[in-house]
């Protein structure tokens, strides 16, 4: 239990894929000894594959994990088996609602305020995948990759009640200007969603934004997106 006045770390990372890219957070924590409890979090911006396609991978990864120092936290990507991952109970946690997969591996849904440390982080996981032309629909690619209706009424609705003010915005695509920004222009299948989270983006009162999705680091004024850095707030 944490002493009174005593703060959490919470750290941010991009995409890793299952094992395939996990190794860049395993060689962060390695560094840090005892200094951390599983009351610090890492919160992964997507396309993790704790519920994965493939069962050995995902045994393993969340077996890593698992192993780490702190609580992992994660919004969904693209990459995620949705079958799976939305086989599991809903419930409340920090105020808003989780998929508990392990006691310290939670899944934040879509469009949820969360409370941690002292923060108010808005969360809202999912984006189109590019590739879904070359995976199987229902074994490597799911439709609920993509925001419904439902889920942007949700965020809309949460964020009303915290007054369009957060602290931090997590994420696995961007906001449509900060797509093209970065270069990343979006066609229309992805578009929707990216024009959803400019909606966003122009009515909250945030301090940074957090994302991952596109195998870069890089920086766009308070937009960051998340590769092989990780950062702690």
């Known amino acids: 239990m944490l002493e009174k006045g005593e703060m959490m770390s919470v750290f941010l990372c991009g995409d890793i894929h299952g094992t395939l890219d996990i190794g860049k957070i395993v060689s962060f924590f390695s560094n840090y000894d005892d200094e951390l409890t599983k009351q610090d979090y890492l919160i992964i911006c997507g396309d993790v594959a704790v519920c994965g396609f493939s069962h050995g991978d995902e045994v393993r990864t969340r077996e890593t994990l698992r192993n780490l120092p702190v609580t992992v936290l994660f919004c969904d990507g693209n990459h995620e088996n949705f079958d799976e991952l939305n086989s599991y109970v809903e419930e409340e946690w920090h105020g808003g609602l989780v998929h508990m997969i392990e006691n310290d591996i939670i899944h934040l849904m879509r469009g949820q305020v969360y409370e941690i440390d002292s923060k108010k982080f808005f969360v809202f996981g999912g984006a189109y995948s590019v590739d879904r032309s070359s995976r199987v629909e229902g074994v490597t690619w799911f439709k609920e990759e993509v925001p419904t209706e439902e889920e ?38 992805a578009a929707e969603q990216t024009r959803e989270f400019q909606r966003f983006a122009d009515c909250l009162e945030f301090e940074e934004w957090y994302f991952g999705h596109f195998h870069v680091d890089d920086d766009v004024e308070q937009f960051h997106c998340l590769w092989d850095n990780i950062v702690e707030l």
């Open 152 to 189: 942007y009424h949700e965020g809309w609705k949460n964020l009303e009640k915290e007054n369009y003010k957060v602290d931090y915005v997590v994420s696995h695509t961007a906001p449509y200007e900060i797509c093209s920004e970065m270069g990343f222009g979006s066609f229309d299948e």
